[in-house]
């Protein structure tokens, strides 16, 4: 089912600030989407790099690690299958249309928020 760690979702204070921030370290720039207002994917060079999703804080979010997200060859399987074991979801499987991806979020028995996406990248709507 999880083939991997697909991106970690990070909320900053400044967006502008943090990607410049990242691309110093030698994160390269991948995508701006308008998912959560502003948003960007940033990932180290070389193969199998883990994606870095930042995105502006907004309203009653904190600033630091919003969701760890598995990738999975098939969301809707994954979620049936997750559905079986009795692990429950927030909701059922989601297209989000700005990123282009189905996702479906979980919590961990400590109540920190996971997620589920499909292996394909799709362009943003």
Not at 32 to 54: D, K, M, V, W
Not at 56 to 67: F, L, R, S
Not at 108 to 115: A, I, V
């Amino acid at each position: 089912m999880i083939q991997g760690i697909d991106h970690i979702e990070i909320i900053v204070r400044d967006i502008e600030e943090s990607i410049a921030f990242f691309q110093k370290m030698g994160f390269q720039l991948l995508t701006r989407t308008s998912h959560h207002g502003q948003s960007a994917e940033l990932q180290l060079p070389g193969p199998n790099q883990t994606i870095f999703e930042i995105h502006q804080v907004d309203g009653e979010e904190n600033i630091g690690v919003n969701h760890i997200a598995f990738k999975v060859d098939n969301a809707e399987a994954s979620y049936q299958a997750l559905q079986a074991q009795g692990i429950n979801t927030l909701k059922p499987p989601n297209f989000v249309k700005s990123t282009g991806r189905t996702t479906v979020n979980f919590r961990d028995p400590d109540g920190w928020r996971l997620q589920l996406v499909d292996a394909e990248r799709k362009a943003p709507q």
